[in-house]
């Protein structure tokens, strides 16, 4: 098992030169002096100049990615300049604020999408089924900002079991409570898609699984139909689940660009938009980096939490 | 083309979705043609008016512009732009999937790790990245969002065309001295392309999603200009205060791409082969029950007796009869075999017994199964599911395929005891043990803890035995246990299936396409042919002096034991398929000594003694043969 996952983390590390790779090509794609672009068109030319060498951007391409790269490898993102601090501290900070509502969020839409589409198979065609293939055919066509805006209105503001946004009360004492309360909203409106996305694969594994010999053989030993379903059939169905959880995480990740939008969430993906409209290059580049590099490094954990789940992956 | 428009319209969902987005398409299209308001003329003394109020039929926003009018036109444009990014990502992605599929070799490679790249990145985060290289607008959004499709599109045409590359006919246009384009143009593309139009139609309710996404977030169309999700992230300051600002182009979003999703499912439905027959239904906990007809009085044959079993397969409007009216028994200690093909109806009968046809499509229509003479036809499922495995165990044909694969084998056991009896944890292992060492399981303290796929085939076959051994049953029902395993291995169940009889007591059903089995095992034996039963009697009998004609063609395609499904095939002929019986004998068309009564009408089962035959010219009369 050791060997397997440092066999997987080093296959990553080709995947990660990639992400840097077509990072830094996006970049290259920005029109004009990047100097320029970064300080504004009111800035001295000494200024841009200055900041040319700082950057080296004086310097050839791939010598540029290099030294680049290099300085990442050692945790130096570079500074923001919109924000006057190193890239690194903020990408930390805020990255920890999105883990908390993705990772909530991620749970959320697991245990829920697995929940619903394994009660949906079991009961094929029954009204069960219908009212969740509906519910989840809603649940994937809402966008997740309108959605969260609407739970506003009704959870926040009409009936204000919530606050209405924020990660922390403005006044008041910073504790988990606290927390849980600012993020029950935006961790459910996080999770709508996903879930649905999760109970509609889960649905069709569980009546993939349903059908197979195995299923029989635990019936005719008399095991009881609830044992059939979620002990038999849905620990094979997990083999094919489990990949999509992978890739659902991917998307909880990035939706929560959205969603810390919407709810004032202090997370990484409002901190890009805002470096975006900032034209806070670095920060852009370092919070992107960043966060592909912490996806491929959980989809690695899926791939080990898949062959610690399937015993006829050789590993 | 028709059947598949047929099949989408019976979809009734699939249809209101067409329907919605038809309506929605025309509206955006007709747009310019309407008597609306201008969509970006200011009118600050008319903020934020409530819908329905005069002149604004939708209200206003908070620079008092007309909603009703920027709805339409942001429908407009948010659908526009969706449809321009799946094509340019659809056109993209195609053009590079083809150009890996076809070239393969380094090529292929070089593209697809690319693609693989492309992919680590969570989605989202890829088309901020190219928006803060390009800077925000609505083009530049479109541009990003396809961008992000474009590995989606390139992958899965690749797969698509690698299949097609080698097929005969591009070959052939190869030795042809077609160039490489020219067959790309020609061969390959007229076949991608019904695949790439079906990935755009599911994709492109994302792509509407994502560029609403990336306008909400400012990124994407600029002020005065607005599409939905622009207008949607302009209404957000205004939200608690005026919250119809928001709903109204939330609700437009959610209205396009639910429609689109309806319809994408049913595409997808309508194109799926395996919905049509009925494939993927989840078949029930026990099999359906529709008797028609008297229920048979309990004779008192043995302690299980079948009679008059008529289970069917309802698929869509067609009944196949799988089991034509079946009567069996077997006391306690004595085994029974039955004989036929594949299709024969032998397993369906045996399956039948526990409810345990696969339901849906089947449905058992008739006839009663009694065991110790209570009949479990329509048995409440408690009592069936306390009787499975307790009173009556299965053994099934392919172990691989029966024994849950990611459950050690000692755990299985382990659960088939405990279904009916509550037991510790020590105790199971022991008894586990004690069963695996019942049939001849070498070291079985090792073997517990193995799974199914690191035992043999012999070995998982000796556990399938075990399982069914696990609560003392009293019959054991074996439908083709040695069938996949190889001779000698075959040789050494039978034995011990043998000697399990012996030594329990236990009455078998044992089921088999090789004569060669049931002469070793069997005391009686039952030849099934097109779900009924042409020949029963004691085995001895019946191999010395078959009368059925089938039977003696069945006997003679086997010389000695170790079948494997070759000797059967050898009859000439196929059995009849089973929702569509011909008139009078259903082997008619195969046997050699038809006459033309034979297809006059229903032939009986006639018995003399304790031998039974259903034909009007058997091999050796039936009087003769009974002595
Ligand atoms: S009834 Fe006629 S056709 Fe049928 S098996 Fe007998 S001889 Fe052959």
Redesign the interface.
């Known amino acids: 098992m050791g060997r397997y996952v440092l066999r997987r983390l080093i296959s990553a590390v080709p995947?990660l030169l990639?992400?840097t790779?077509?990072?830094f090509a996006?970049?290259a794609?920005?029109p004009g002096d990047p100097a320029t672009a970064i300080l504004g068109s009111y800035a001295t030319p000494e200024n841009v100049e200055k900041l040319n060498r700082d950057l080296g951007l004086d310097k050839p391409l791939v010598a540029q990615y290099f030294i680049w790269l290099g300085n990442m490898v050692q945790g130096d993102f570079g500074t923001s300049f919109s924000l006057n601090r190193p890239v690194i501290d903020e990408v930390l900070e805020r990255f920890n604020a999105t883990l908390v509502l993705a990772g909530t969020a991620f749970v959320i839409c697991s245990v829920l999408g697995i929940a619903a589409g394994v009660v949906s198979?079991?009961n094929?065609y029954g009204w069960a089924d219908k009212a969740i293939t509906f519910v989840v055919?809603?649940g994937?066509?809402?966008?997740s900002?309108?959605l969260g805006?609407?739970m506003?209105?009704y959870f926040a503001?009409s009936l204000r079991w919530f606050p209405?946004s924020g990660m922390w009360p403005i006044y008041g004492t910073r504790d988990i409570w606290a927390l849980l309360d600012h993020l029950v909203l935006p961790a459910s409106a996080l999770a709508v898609v996903a879930t649905g996305v999760i109970a509609r694969l889960s649905r069709?594994a569980?009546?993939e699984v349903?059908?197979?010999?195995?299923?029989?053989?635990?019936?005719?030993?008399?095991?009881?139909?609830r044992?059939?379903i979620w002990r038999?059939a849905l620990?094979?169905a997990m083999?094919s689940i489990i990949p999509v959880l992978g890739i659902q995480a991917?998307?909880v990740?990035?939706?929560a660009?959205?969603i810390e939008?919407?709810f004032q969430w202090p997370g990484v993906g409002r901190m890009?938009?805002d470096?975006?409209?900032t034209?806070d290059?670095l920060l852009?580049?370092g919070g992107?980096v960043f966060?592909?590099a912490c996806?491929?490094m959980f989809?690695i954990v899926v791939d080990v939490a898949q062959s610690l789940?399937?015993?006829?992956i050789k590993t | 083309m028709i059947g598949f428009l047929k099949l989408l319209a019976r979809n009734r969902l699939a249809l209101a979705g067409g329907i919605v987005l038809f309506l929605v398409v025309v509206l955006a299209l007709v747009t310019p043609l309407l008597p609306l308001a201008e969509p970006n003329v200011t009118n600050t003394s008319a903020r934020f008016l409530r819908p329905f109020s005069d002149g604004a039929l939708m209200g206003t926003d908070h620079l008092g512009r007309d909603l009703l009018s920027r709805l339409l036109w942001g429908t407009r444009l948010s659908l526009a732009v969706g449809f321009a990014a799946a094509v340019v990502a659809a056109t993209l992605g195609a053009a590079i999937g083809i150009i890996a599929g076809f070239y393969g070799g380094r090529t292929d490679n070089l593209i697809m790790r690319g693609v693989d790249m492309l992919m680590a990145f969570p989605y989202i985060l890829l088309a901020l990245a190219i928006v803060a290289a390009l800077g925000p607008g609505l083009f530049n959004a479109l541009i990003a969002v396809a961008a992000v499709n474009v590995p989606f599109f390139a992958r899965n045409i690749r797969g698509i065309t690698v299949g097609i590359a080698h097929k005969e006919f591009v070959d052939a246009a190869r030795l042809a001295g077609l160039s490489n384009t020219k067959i790309i143009l020609t061969e390959i593309l007229p076949n991608v392309v019904p695949v790439i139009v079906i990935a755009m139609s599911t994709t492109i309710g994302w792509m509407i999603l994502e560029t609403a996404g990336l306008s909400f977030l400012g990124l994407g169309s600029q002020p005065p200009q607005a599409d939905l999700g622009s207008m949607l992230g302009e209404a957000r300051s205004a939200l608690i205060t005026n919250p119809h600002t928001s709903v109204v182009p939330g609700l437009m979003i959610l209205i396009i791409v639910m429609a689109i999703n309806l319809l994408g499912d049913g595409v997808r439905d309508a194109l799926d082969p395996r919905l049509k027959s009925g494939a993927l239904s989840r078949p029930m906990a026990s099999t359906m029950v529709r008797r028609q007809g008297p229920v048979p009085e309990p004779e008192g044959k043995g302690l299980l007796e079948v009679q008059e079993l008529q289970t069917q397969f309802h698929v869509r409007d067609r009944n196949y009869r799988a089991v034509g009216g079946v009567s069996l028994h077997v006391k306690p200690g004595e085994c029974l075999g039955i004989i036929g093909e594949s299709g024969s109806g032998k397993s369906v009968t045996v399956l039948s017994v526990m409810g345990l046809v696969a339901s849906p499509p089947g449905v058992i229509t008739g006839g009663a199964v009694r065991y110790d003479g209570a009949d479990l036809i329509g048995a409440p499922y408690r009592k069936l599911r306390e009787m499975r495995g307790r009173n009556v165990a299965y053994i099934f044909q392919d172990p691989q395929a029966t024994l849950h694969p990611l459950y050690r084998v000692g755990d299985q056991l382990k659960e088939a005891i405990r279904a009916h009896h509550g037991i510790g944890r020590d105790e199971g292992r022991a008894r586990a043990i004690e069963l695996l060492k019942a049939v001849r399981i070498p070291n079985p303290e090792q073997r517990l803890t193995d799974f199914p796929h690191e035992m043999s085939g012999g070995m998982r076959q000796r556990v399938g035995i075990a399982m069914a051994l696990a609560n003392d049953p009293d019959i054991i029902i074996a439908d083709e246990p040695t069938t996949a395993l190889d001779v000698t291995v075959q040789a050494q169940i039978l034995s011990l299936l043998d000697d399990l009889r012996r030594s329990r007591g236990l009455a078998i059903v044992f089921i088999t396409h090789d004569f060669g089995v049931v002469g070793q095992l069997c005391d009686r034996v039952a030849v099934m042919y097109a779900g009924r039963i042409v020949e029963e009697g004691p085995t001895q009998a019946v191999l010395e002096a078959p009368t059925h004609p089938y039977t003696a063609r069945l006997m003679a395609c086997v010389p000695e034991l170790g079948g494997g499904k070759r000797r059967l095939e050898a009859i000439p002929g196929l059995p009849p398929v089973v929702d569509n019986l011909p008139m009078g004998c259903a082997f008619a068309d195969r046997c050699d000594r038809v006459q033309a009564d034979c297809r006059k009408g229903e032939i009986v089962l006639e018995r003399q003694g304790a031998r039974a035959v259903r034909c009007l010219h058997p091999v050796t009369p039936l009087t003769e043969a009974a002595e």
């Not at chain 1, 059908?211 to 095991?223: E, M, W």
């Open positions: 995947v990639g992400i790779v077509i990072v996006i970049m794609l920005i198979a079991a094929q055919l809603l994937i066509s809402i966008p900002f309108f805006m609407m506003i209105l503001v209405v069709s569980m009546l349903l059908r197979q010999d195995f299923i029989r053989t635990a019936r005719a030993k008399g095991v009881h139909e044992g059939v038999h620990r094979a083999v991917g998307f990740l990035s939706g660009v959205y939008i919407v890009l938009v470096a975006i409209l034209r290059i852009v580049q992107v966060v592909a996806y491929v989809n789940l399937d015993p006829r």
